[in-house]
């Protein structure tokens, strides 16, 4: 590896296929279940179901990352506001996950609300992190 905190490339296309497909299946699920586009196909059980899988994976992908991605980001000093947000918003994201499965009904509504709100924030965070590493990369070549 030549620079530092880049991700060899199986890493790469392992957090980012997880992050995008854990987001867009997300995305797909509360426009059918939300905001009732088309909820027999897109918010149906299936899709909830495919989303927990992807989210899993996304975890196990954040795993991968946090060794060396995290603490080498940390000692650059580069994109320190659109990493850590991430990073809050993934953890924020597991835990109200973990509300809607398993925590009381009383607060389910505000999780589902809080759930969705930063699913999407996450989502244009992630995309503007990556789209600014391969803008640089352009950039140098």
């Not at 199986?10 to 867009?24: A, E, N, P, R, Y």
């Not at 795993?63 to 650059?76: D, E, I, T, W």
Request: proline share 4%; with cysteine; aromatic share 14%.
């Amino acid at each position: 590896m030549s620079r530092l905190g880049k991700m060899p490339p199986w890493q790469k296309f392992f957090v980012t296929g997880g992050m995008l497909s854990c987001s867009i299946t997300g995305i797909i699920y509360l426009l059918g279940h939300e905001f009732r586009i088309e909820p027999s196909f897109l918010g149906n059980h299936k899709i909830l179901a495919i989303h927990g899988l992807t989210a899993m994976i996304a975890s196990i992908a954040l795993g991968s990352v946090l060794p060396f991605h995290l603490k080498a980001g940390y000692q650059s000093a580069r994109k320190w506001l659109s990493g850590f947000t991430q990073l809050g918003f993934l953890i924020a994201l597991l835990i109200t996950g973990g509300l809607l499965y398993y925590g009381p009904a009383e607060i389910r509504d505000t999780t589902i609300r809080l759930h969705w709100v930063m699913g999407l924030l996450f989502f244009l965070i992630f995309i503007f992190h990556c789209l600014i590493q391969f803008g640089r990369s352009k950039v140098r070549v």
